[in-house]
Nanobody
């Protein structure tokens, strides 16, 4: 069983940056692929980025964040990060960290473990 806890959200102006962290506990995190998803008010939870557990070079991004967001992980620290640059008002959402055993995917329903989420608000 994996427990996930996000942090790092907040209020930022458009063009600014934030770094989200996802700290894992309860199991050996190294074997879990990790993804970030987000949910804006009135919208479905959507994929943002994902990273495999065996290689930090295996990363996946939604088209809307490609080139602006970077996902990374520190297996020794049991933590995954989402560096968000050049933020836009449309990035405003609750951001969730999720984990699953096996390969990283972009599909929300493939992930078994979820954090509580952290709010990101980008003002124009």
């Amino acid at each position: 069983q994996v427990q996930l806890a996000e942090s790092g959200g907040g209020l930022v102006q458009a063009g600014g940056s934030l770094r989200l962290s996802c700290a894992a506990s309860g199991a050996t995190f190294i074997a879990y692929a990790t993804g970030w998803f987000r949910q804006a008010p009135g919208k479905e939870r959507e994929f943002v980025a994902a990273i495999s557990w065996w290689s930090s070079s295996r990363t996946y991004y939604a088209e809307s964040v490609k080139g602006r967001f970077t996902i990374s992980r520190d297996n020794k620290a049991n933590t995954v990060y989402l560096q968000m640059n050049s933020l836009k008002p449309e990035d405003t959402a609750v951001y969730y960290c999720a984990a699953r055993k096996g390969v990283a995917t972009v599909t929300r329903d493939d992930y078994d473990y979820w954090g509580q989420g952290t709010q990101v608000t980008v003002s124009s």
